[in-house]
């Protein structure tokens, strides 16, 4: 293909992305509140003003409101335009160049896959829920991909792996703290990402998000953020390592050799 055609169907691709982004933004701020995402048009959280057309354009319109309700005058958050953004230009760079029907399916199931990641990342470390019907989709996208692409064997043992593993550590900490530790969206999480990774993929996230979470919960106190006996939300943690996992496989693998080496030396 020209690369000035390409380049053409990239900028349709980085509209569109930030558009379906805008979208993610309603998912976003409606499912933790129950609130229906087709009906209602969109009001400003703060002065619950209609929000025109015109000032929902994704990216631009915050840029010309200069990150600011039209009405009210208050803030607009900056994680908004961050997914519209961040969507877009995922879908700007791997828009394939080629149309075959490969190249259209593997697009549209990584790029669903990215939506619901950074859907969920953001729901849960605004409200520490990991809502049941994303959590399902992604089951169901990587139960497909897997039987197209991988004997039974590795998404059913992955599975179920991701699974019980997650709730056996759950139970047994219940049994000693007398208190949750993980909570059930995560276990339900590790179950569906078990489907895509595998036995030893998901047994890898595991010990990498639990990392990661000890990380970020140890920073978080440090720097008197949170409270230490209010549970971290997790799920980020688990769907960074897994994000890593599924779109840099390479990278993941040669991080796990170095920290292996690590800690056998
Ligand atoms: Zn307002």
Redesign the pocket.
């Known amino acids: 293909m020209d690369s000035e055609i390409l380049i053409f169907y990239r900028g349709m691709a980085l509209v569109f992305g930030s558009m379906i982004g805008s979208f993610l933004n309603v998912l976003i701020y409606r499912l933790p509140r129950d609130i229906s995402f087709t009906l209602p048009r969109s009001r ?1 959280p ?2 619950q ?1 209609l929000i025109p057309w015109y000032q929902n354009i994704p990216i631009l319109a915050f840029v010309l409101l200069r990150g600011r ?1 039209f ?2 005058k ?1 803030k607009i958050s900056l994680i908004y335009p961050s997914v519209e953004l961040l969507v877009g230009l995922f879908a700007f760079f791997t828009f394939p160049a080629d149309f075959s029907f490969g190249a259209i399916l593997s697009f549209t199931f990584f790029f669903s896959v990215f939506c619901v990641f950074i859907t969920h990342f953001v729901i849960d470390f605004q409200h520490q829920i990991l809502p049941n019907g994303l959590t399902l989709y992604l089951a169901l996208v990587f139960l497909m991909y897997s039987c197209l692409a991988k004997p039974w064997t590795h998404w059913a043992i992955g599975g179920a792996v991701g699974f019980l593993f997650p709730l056996a550590v759950a139970w047994g900490y219940y049994l000693l703290k007398g208190r949750e530790g993980l909570g059930a969206g995560d276990i339900k999480l590790y179950g569906a990402l078990g489907i895509y990774l595998g036995p030893v993929g998901i047994l890898q996230n595991i010990f990498f998000s639990s990392f990661v979470g000890s990380i970020l919960g140890f920073g978080f106190i440090i720097f008197n953020k949170m409270d230490k006996n209010k549970p971290l939300p997790f799920g980020p943690s688990i769907l960074i390592v897994a994000f890593v996992q599924i779109f840099y496989p390479q990278t993941f693998l040669e991080a796990a050799k170095l920290l292996g080496r690590a800690f056998t030396f």
């Open positions: 400003c703060s002065c003003t309700c009405s009210c208050n």
